[in-house]
């Protein structure tokens, strides 16, 4: 016969055969190319089957040979161009003629029945199909061989070798899709189907409800590049009780596969108002989908509703094996389910690399006390998390590095931006639990933080973006905090939750790490943070922190919560025990607006403590505030007034204009503030008592001179020094009186 080229397909039941070959109740699939529709627009019993341009008909004239329909193992002849089998009787074999000899000659094997059983094609001895002594085609579809060379070729249209790889949909395998029958049996026979044949595409269709009752022993088997598009709706029977998983690989979660890929427009349902005698934990965490060892594992598209587990995603791969996992365009909404504890859960959950968050769809309905722990958590390097809305969940995202990977390795190249947190406990993490892992090249860039922390009443670390580590953690390097606003509800004035638990108050953002680590190369700019209840932004705890900018912030209503300390009350706060090397603190605009009574205690709170300050720069910051509140100190804290009054030795503060000394009552000194602090400060000195006691002025330890000396003195009534800083000096501007 002469091969047709492939034009437009369609289905077409055909009339005398049951709309199949051989009573086969299925739709036959019809490929028109040009100048045939004609011929067969009416076609009589046994006329027509048309599949991938091989064309057979049993009609005078017909442009082809005729149909052989087999049911039975047999051997093909010389003068088959043609055969049709039905193996629903169980497996068959079909020997081929001899390729040799009878080269150009094409066969076409058509096997209609949907039946599990495997029809073999095998080559006459000592010739092969494709290198393989045989080949097997299951469900429904058809292959054409060409014999060249003494081999068999399998064919699709003219020349090309390529495999029959169909969609199978489950009720081909008896799937019922009833809303009763347990389907599972029939959806693994439909995947062991696509795996034999190399890959496919398993369907859930439309319009029906697929029961399945998994087991801690028993779920929907996944195989390496068979595929799963889910139009119906999947749903776990009430019956069910205690299950691990729905999808995972044949041998388990560690199981290795590879190339697989979830879509359709259907959902997956849990069902935990139905299967209420479940208990859900970390020996039966009833993930939706659990994989340890993968690669190139995508979901788009795929809806959970509702999921109930522990984790909806449970992807729990070695960061050193596991890579490429991408959620996309997902829906997933959260309904806690039957347990005798109080589990833990995350919707996402990707320990792996080179994983991709985004564009999902992540909520919870139910009361505070039963909300789900975490929305999104990432573990490993190369992570991005983009795009995603989560609502009413106590943690938003978590981007974690773990003891998974190499310690070589540094936990790098992660990305979580244009996400929209909406009545969430914690906004963002970002932690490192591996000594010698530095975190390392992390944007956080334009997220939408809603806080809402009254309603995680169960949460103990609330908050809005934090980057935390603990004694022995790993170091941060090269961090951006970007564009980001953070709005927490008002009126949060808890220390304890109503079980007694301390609640660990994070600020709107925190980055911080223990004595003897360093925070280097970190930029915190332009965000927005309003009604923190304790410091807008807080950086360093105990850090040595190096390269550091933090500009261009509004901070609005910090440090509203009047049951925590008072140092945790300011709209910025940076100290460390070490030092601060090339810190630059400018531009940013604290906000007290003081309604009903004013808010905060500190406006900013900037102290190396023990250390030392080198190049630290602090300029151009503005703090409005009503009267009496957003006192600003370096080290101790001072009086926040025009004139500041004093009788005793007194470390000048950047907030200090004028400082009145009463040495009355013996000799006073005053220390200048820090010169990394100070850069473009004015401030004047005056003694302002009539004692022959003199009034010391001094530079901060041993940074910069005044003009030369380390100090001056002031030792008449009236006398006064007018200074201002440079950044690595200060410089005589004005003085009056009896000054040396």
């Not at 009126?491 to 638990?501: A, I, K």
């Not at 600020?507 to 332009?526: F, S, Y």
């Not at 503005?622 to 007194?650: C, E, H, K, R, W």
């Amino acid at each position: 016969p002469v091969p047709l080229p492939r034009r437009r397909e369609r289905d077409r039941r055909l009339p005398g055969h049951g709309g199949g070959l051989a009573g086969s109740a299925m739709p036959i699939r019809v490929i028109e190319p040009p100048g045939l529709s004609a011929q067969i627009a009416n076609p009589a019993a046994g006329d027509v089957v048309a599949y991938d341009g091989a064309v057979f008909r049993n009609r005078p004239g017909g442009l082809v040979e005729p149909l052989r329909v087999l049911a039975a193992d047999a051997t093909a002849t010389i003068a088959d161009r043609a055969i049709a089998y039905d193996a629903s009787g169980g497996p068959r074999t079909l020997t081929l003629f001899p390729a040799t000899g009878n080269d150009g000659r094409l066969l076409t094997v058509w096997k209609e029945d949907v039946s599990a059983n495997a029809l073999t094609l095998a080559a006459a001895s000592g010739e092969t199909i494709d290198g393989e002594a045989s080949v097997r085609l299951y469900g429904r579809g058809a292959v054409t061989l060409v014999a060249r060379g003494g081999v068999w070729r399998i064919v699709e249209g003219r020349e090309r070798v390529v495999p029959f790889l169909p969609a199978l949909d489950v009720t081909w395998f008896g799937a019922r899709g009833d809303g009763a029958t347990d389907d599972l049996d029939a959806i693994n026979r439909a995947a062991a189907v696509a795996n034999e044949l190399g890959g496919g595409v398993v369907v859930i269709p439309a319009g029906r409800t697929f029961v399945i009752k998994p087991t801690t022993t028993k779920w929907i088997v996944c195989h390496s590049r068979v595929n799963w598009r889910i139009e119906g709706v999947l749903k776990v029977a009430g019956t069910t009780g205690d299950y691990k998983c729905l999808f995972a690989p044949a041998s388990g979660p560690g199981g290795y596969v590879e190339q697989i890929r979830w879509s359709g427009g259907g959902w997956i349902d849990q069902n935990p108002s139905g299967n209420t005698s479940s208990n859900i934990s970390s020996t039966n965490p009833q993930a939706v989908f659990r994989f340890d060892n993968f690669t190139d594992l995508v979901w788009d598209g795929v809806t959970l509703n509702p999921y109930t587990g522990m984790n909806a995603w449970q992807l729990f791969g070695s960061q050193q094996n596991s890579k490429h996992a991408r959620i996309v365009n997902c829906r997933a909404r959260f309904e806690r389910g039957a347990s005798s504890t109080f589990y833990d859960t995350s919707t996402i959950y990707a320990s792996c690399t080179h994983a991709v968050i985004a564009n999902n769809v992540l909520t919870y309905e139910g009361p505070g006390a039963l909300a789900p722990q975490g929305a999104i958590e990432v573990h490993g390097p190369h992570q991005v998390v983009l795009g995603n809305v989560v609502e009413k969940f106590g943690v938003g995202s978590w981007l974690v590095a773990e003891t998974g990977v190499a310690t070589s390795r540094p936990v790098h190249g992660i990305v979580c931006a244009n996400n929209t947190y909406l009545s969430c406990g914690l906004g963002i993490g970002v932690v490192s639990s591996v000594p010698s892992k530095v975190v390392r090249h992390v944007i956080i860039a334009g997220n939408s933080i809603h806080l809402d922390t009254l309603f995680h009443e169960m949460r103990s670390i609330l908050g809005g973006i934090i980057l935390s580590l603990d004694p022995g953690w790993a170091p941060s390097e090269k961090v951006t905090i970007v564009n980001n606003v953070i709005t927490f509800e008002p009126g949060e004035t808890r220390t304890l939750t109503s079980d007694g638990r301390t609640i660990v108050w994070q600020p709107g953002i925190k980055i911080a790490a223990p004595p003897g680590e360093t925070l280097r190369g970190l930029v915190c700019a332009h965000n927005q943070i309003y009604n923190a209840p304790t410091t807008g932004i807080t950086l360093g705890i105990d850090a040595t922190l190096q390269d550091v900018s933090v500009r261009q912030n509004l901070i609005v209503n910090a440090g509203s919560n009047p049951n925590v300390n008072a140092l945790d009350r300011a709209g910025l706060r940076v100290y460390g025990s070490s030092s601060f090397e090339r810190v630059l603190i400018e531009d940013n605009w604290i906000v007290d607006t003081g309604t009903p009574s004013p808010v905060g205690q500190y406006a900013w709170h900037i102290s190396a403590l023990s250390g030392e300050a080198k190049d630290l720069t602090f300029r151009r910051n503005i703090a409005t505030a009503v009267s009496g509140s957003l006192q600003a100190f370096v080290g101790n804290p001072g009086p926040n007034t025009g004139v500041t009054t004093i009788a005793a030795d007194y470390t000048a503060t950047v907030m200090d204009e004028v400082i009145a000394v009463d040495a009355a009552g013996g000799s006073r000194t005053v220390t200048l503030p820090p010169l990394g602090l100070a850069a473009g400060k004015r401030l004047v000195v005056k003694k302002i008592d009539t004692s022959s006691h003199g009034v010391t002025v001094t530079r901060n330890g041993a940074q910069g001179t005044i003009e030369g000396a380390a100090s001056r003195t002031l030792r008449s009534q009236w006398a006064y020094l007018e200074l201002v800083c440079d950044g690595s000096r200060w410089l005589i501007v004005g003085s009056g009186g009896s000054v040396s």
